[in-house]
Structures are given as structure tokens and as C-alpha cells.
């Protein structure tokens, strides 16, 4: 039988699947494999969905099941579309009014469905759209686009608001992500604007393909030059090739290229850029404020009464902004944080020499359905309480002893460090930076207690914190601060030469500045997954050279062949190594060199 719901147009044997592995036939009907089962129900901000001008700052249900119709290298979400045999055990069961009264409960504007392909779980997304919108709740969704004409025909009928994700502007990108064409995806755009269904597009942006988003931009702007315009900036997760990242400089700049087609451009996935504000496209006024949320995630912190501009002129917004500022993704609970914490569980058992599908499975749901993700955010603080995390996973499946030596040698190198740093007689004032300099990681977080553990005093303890997710500071704070260290988390799109000229634009005058004393911990990992042990190790070396001077190329040689089986190679960048390619292949992956810290003269 024929699939006549996305584009693929898959031919479904009797008791057999197609590519989405989703559908099935019995008796020569298609039915779903997992009708009204989902992986994960949370209230979260619609920006983390993103929409940007529909109901700012709402609280939506948000949700997602497991599958999807194209495999897109660097998938954000790939630990629920390419890991559906691992997980599938871990979907739970919830009747559409299940749902919605969930959504009541917890005080939602509406639905989305997000994360994956609703493609792929169409009958129970149209039955719960249904119910939803008869208990008078908005319903939305995030799609590739790549339905058939007289299905997203269907889809239109049933949501209120959607964000199209366009992958490129040719036959030939899609071709390489397993689908037909382009063709489908703009054909539904136009289909969406004209229902007067509220519509979103978000754009990947890969480094080397500009031509390719400018089309695709043109091709928006043909529609209507005010349909919001998300530019992702893509970040090499998963099997990706790190090259294709592009710098957060290279993306604004490419931001401001393509407004001069589309009066709403906004940039995702770029800490500190001020290309997610609302802009008056008349006068320039900011409109609507919007801070960095985690990957593909906003948040909005100010508006103009009425979205109205101080010129007059007001940008098409659908409904009010909420007061309190919705649902905040904080944590790891909510918006891709909550696929980002599932991907964490799956990568902490591919250290402790975990592959099993089913084993795998059954820890995500006792996660999952024991609340247990709820509170990752809070034990992830300190070494003692991650170690109680792997334990309590080991434990789940099986895997006492593998944790029992992932502690072993993760303390015996904590030890080492605790014990040269005990004697320090200068804790050097240290300052830990998410990307950008003036986004300062958390004063309570992991990677800044690490910096006390390494002989440094983390000098973000010292900033003043409100709710807000993230915490973009101003310079006169940094320079009062005063650090003689600066660190960032990652390259998170700003390589050393970016950072410091930035530093220099922002007018910070500190000592890491004026000294070179800046270092990204990239290639290691700070926070969250094991190997976080390296990044500490390369931390301790960078806080006091002249009590360590570990071989970092030696040490990860050594601790990702004893825990993954595994060499670092010569490519890789950044990847995900929990991905089931990865761990099935045993392919040779190697991360970037670390970066020294730069030598540079102030300006």
C-alpha cells in the first residue's frame, strides 16, 4: 500500500514499514505503530518551538512521539528520530483528552507538537488537534514541509500556527537527506500563508552553502516579505562535520544580507546576537526583546505595549504577550533542553559500555516517568551529585561495575587536581562564558565549580541572578569583575580571534583581555557527559600552568578507548559520540586541538 502523507510516498508491505518506520498495514490498511503514544509532554514558551510573533512568551503544552521522514546531518533532535528502535520502549500512552486536560491543568494556551516529524504520527496529532481545539486551545506544530498536497491540506485544517523548517533551496540538498525534492516544501508554504494559518520558516544556515539561503530567502520574500524568518546557524551535533559550522559573526552578517529581502530576520543558535529582537523595519526601534535560550530556543524578556513602535508602525503579531513570561525553559525540563537531557542519559550508558536497544529503552522511561529529568539540572552541579546521576543510570541497567570504574578514574584525576591546587597560594579570578563574553554561565553551575576545584575563584558566583534563562550581563559588571582568566564553554560559533575582538567592541578592560589570558575549552567537554573529566584536567592546566601540564591528546586517547572502545581519528569535530553510527561503526573520530590561549596586546 501506498503512503500518500508525506512526500516519500512510501510503499508499505503487509506488516511492514516505510521509511519513517512509523506506519504500518494489517488486512490492507495503514495504521500507526504507536497511535497516541508519546515520548515526551511538557509545558514550555512557544519561542521554544520557535515561533516568535504568535502569542510571545505563551505557555504551550509542547510534545513530541519518536520518527521522522528525513535524516538531516547535525539533527538537533537526532536522539528521538535515529534512535527510534532504542527508545521506542520509553513512549507512554495518553488518549487525546489525557492530553488536553493536561494542557488545562498546567494553564496552556495551546498545543505543539515539536522535536520530530508530525508526519509521522499524523492520525493521533489530527485526533488530539481535534480534542484540543474543542476544549478551545490553539494548536500548532513544527514540520519539514514535506507532506503530500491533500495531506497538509488536512494539516491545515486541523493547527492554528506551524513553523516550516526549509533544509535548502535545491532538488539536490534534499535529495541528500532522503527526500524527493524542494518542490513539496515550498508548495506548502504557500499553501500554509494562504489558509491564514499564523506561519513561521526557519532556515538551516550550513557554512559554504550562502547562495543556497539566499534562494531560499528570495523564495520566502516572493510569498510575502513579512513571513518571519528564522535563520538557524547550524551546530555540528550528531555525525556532522564540524567544518560546516559557521560563526555566529559570519551568520549576522548573512542576517543582515537577507533583510534586506524579508523584514523579519531573526538568528538561532548564537549566544549574545542581537538578531533575535523584533525590529521596527521602519525606524529600527527594538519592539520585542529576546535573550538565547539554548539551542533553537528564545525567550522573551521586554516588549512595547501593543507591539506598537514610538514611529507608529506595528509588526503582525498574533495575540498578547503573557505577562509573567510563560512557561521558562530552565534546566534541563522544556523546550530541546528535555531532548538534550534524554541524549545526555543515552551518552552516559555509551560510556558505561551500553548498547542494547531494550536496556536502553527501559532506563529512558523510568527517567522519564519517574520525574527523574526534573531534577538533572540541580544534582548535574557537583562532582558528587554527577557521580550519583551514573550510578543511579548504572543501577537501572545493570552497569554497576562499568560505573563503579568511570568513578574510579574520574575521581583519582579530581583527586590529583584538588590536591595540587590545595597549596595554591593565588586562586586566579576566573570568568566563565557561554559563547559569547557577555553571556555568563551561572555562578552554581558545574563547569564554575570545577574552576574552584582547579584553584580559581569563579568570579560568576559574584553576579547578581534573576529567573531569567541565561544571564547576559553588562560590560561595566565584567570590568568591575575584573578576571584575570577568561573561559568559554565550547566555540559555540566564536573563535578565539572573534571573542577577543568583541571583548574589545563591548569595551571590556580586564586583565584577561589586556593580557591574551582568553581560552575556549574546546574540543573538551565542561559539563554533563563523562568526558567532562578532560575538560577539567585542560581548565587545571589553563588556571595554573605552573603546577600541570597534563597530555590532553594522550589522557582522551586513553579515556575514550577504556570507556567507548574507541581512538580519537583525524575528524570529527564536536560530535555526538553517544550517536548510534558512532558507537555501531566504531568509526575513528578525533576532536579539535585545544586552543591555547591567545597572545594578544590590547588595542
Excluded at 496552556?108 to 478551545?136: D, H, Q, Y
Excluded at 559550522?245 to 544580507?257: I, Y
Excluded at 570590568?479 to 571590556?508: F, K, T, W
Aim: glycine share 10%; net charge negative; with cysteine.
Amino acid at each position: 500500500m501506498q503512503c500518500a502523507i508525506c512526500e516519500n510516498r512510501c510503499l508499505i508491505p503487509e506488516n511492514g514499514t516505510g521509511i519513517c518506520g512509523m506506519y504500518t498495514v494489517n488486512d490492507g490498511i495503514q495504521m500507526e505503530k504507536y497511535p497516541d503514544q508519546y515520548l515526551v509532554v511538557v509545558p514550555s514558551e512557544i519561542e521554544s518551538m520557535p515561533m516568535l510573533h504568535y502569542h510571545p512568551g505563551g505557555t504551550f503544552l509542547q510534545l513530541c512521539t519518536v520518527g521522522c521522514n528525513m535524516r538531516c546531518c547535525g539533527c538537533v533532535s537526532w536522539v528521538i528520530t535515529e534512535s527510534v528502535d532504542a527508545i521506542r520502549g520509553a513512549l507512554h500512552s495518553l488518549t487525546p483528552e489525557d492530553v488536553v486536560a493536561r494542557a488545562l491543568a498546567e494553564g496552556c494556551r495551546g498545543i505543539m507538537f515539536c522535536f520530530n516529524e508530525p508526519a509521522v504520527s499524523f492520525l493521533t496529532f489530527k485526533r488530539l488537534a481535534s480534542r484540543a481545539r474543542e476544549g478551545g486551545l490553539l494548536v500548532g506544530c513544527a514540520s519539514n514541509g514535506c507532506f503530500t498536497e491533500e495531506a497538509f491540506r488536512d494539516l491545515l485544517r486541523h493547527i492554528d500556527f506551524i513553523n516550516i523548517g526549509i533544509k535548502g533551496s535545491s532538488d539536490e540538498t534534499y535529495a541528500l537527506l532522503g527526500a524527493r525534492s524542494a518542490v513539496p516544501v515550498f508548495r506548502n508554504l504557500q499553501l500554509s500563508i494562504e489558509s491564514g494559518v499564523a506561519t513561521e520558516v526557519a532556515a538551516v544556515y550550513v557554512k559554504g552553502r550562502e547562495d543556497e539561503l539566499r534562494e531560499t530567502a528570495r523564495r520566502v520574500a516572493s510569498l510575502s516579505p513579512d513571513i518571519p524568518f528564522q535563520l538557524m546557524r547550524f551546530i555540528p551535533l550528531a555525525m556532522a562535520d564540524g567544518s560546516q559550522e559557521p560563526t555566529v559573526r559570519e551568520a549576522e552578517t548573512l542576517c543582515r544580507e537577507i533583510g534586506g529581502l524579508l523584514s523579519y530576520v531573526y538568528l538561532f543558535n548564537s549566544p549574545g546576537t542581537e538578531h533575535l529582537h523584533t525590529r521596527c523595519p521602519r525606524c529600527g526601534e527594538i519592539i520585542v526583546r529576546r535573550g538565547f535560550n539554548g539551542p533553537m530556543c528564545a525567550h522573551v524578556t521586554h516588549w512595547r505595549e501593543g507591539y506598537v513602535c514610538s514611529c507608529g508602525f506595528t509588526p503582525p503579531f498574533s495575540g498578547s504577550p503573557e505577562r509573567d513570561g510563560g512557561a521558562q525553559v530552565l534546566g534541563y525540563f522544556g523546550g530541546y533542553k528535555t531532548i538534550m537531557a534524554l541524549e545526555s542519559v543515552q551518552t552516559v550508558l555509551a560510556f558505561l559500555g551500553e548498547r542494547e536497544p531494550a536496556v536502553i529503552a527501559s532506563v529512558l522511561q523510568r527517567i522519564l516517568e519517574s520525574g527523574y529529568i526534573k531534577g538533572l539540572y540541580e544534582r548535574g552541579k557537583r562532582v558528587d551529585s554527577w557521580l550519583e546521576i551514573v550510578d543511579h543510570y548504572a543501577l537501572i541497567a545493570g552497569r554497576e561495575a562499568q560505573a563503579g570504574e568511570l568513578r574510579a578514574f574520574i575521581q583519582h584525576h579530581v583527586s590529583l587536581v584538588a590536591e595540587g591546587a590545595r597549596a595554591v597560594t593565588h586562586r586566579p579570578r576566573v570568568y566563565f562564558s557561554l559563547g559569547h563574553p557577555l553571556i555568563a554561565v551561572f555562578g552554581d553551575k558545574f563547569e564554575c565549580n570545577l574552576v574552584e576545584l582547579a584553584g580559581g575563584h569563579c568570579v560568576n558566583g559574584e553576579i547578581r541572578r534573576d529567573e531569567t534563562p541565561g544571564m547576559t550581563i553588562a560590560a561595566e559588571t565584567l570590568n568591575r569583575l575584573d578576571p584575570e582568566i577568561m573561559l568559554s564553554v565550547g566555540a559555540l560559533g566564536y573563535p578565539p580571534q572573534d571573542y577577543h575582538a568583541v571583548c574589545l567592541q563591548a569595551g571590556l578592560d580586564v586583565r584577561a583581555v589586556r593580557q591574551g589570558r582568553i581560552h575556549s575549552l574546546a574540543p573538551y567537554n565542561a559539563s554533563g557527559r563523562p568526558d567532562w573529566i578532560l575538560g577539567f584536567l585542560h581548565m587545571a592546566t589553563i588556571i595554573h600552568p605552573e603546577l600541570f601540564s597534563f597530555d590532553m591528546e594522550m589522557l582522551a586517547d586513553e579515556f575514550y578507548r577504556k570507556f567507548l572502545g574507541i581512538s580519537p581519528g583525524p575528524d570529527g569535530r564536536r560530535r555526538s559520540i553517544a550517536h548510534p553510527r558512532v558507537l555501531k561503526s566504531r568509526v575513528a573520530f578525533r576532536e579539535n586541538e585545544p586552543l591555547p590561549g591567545l597572545q594578544l596586546t590590547s588595542a
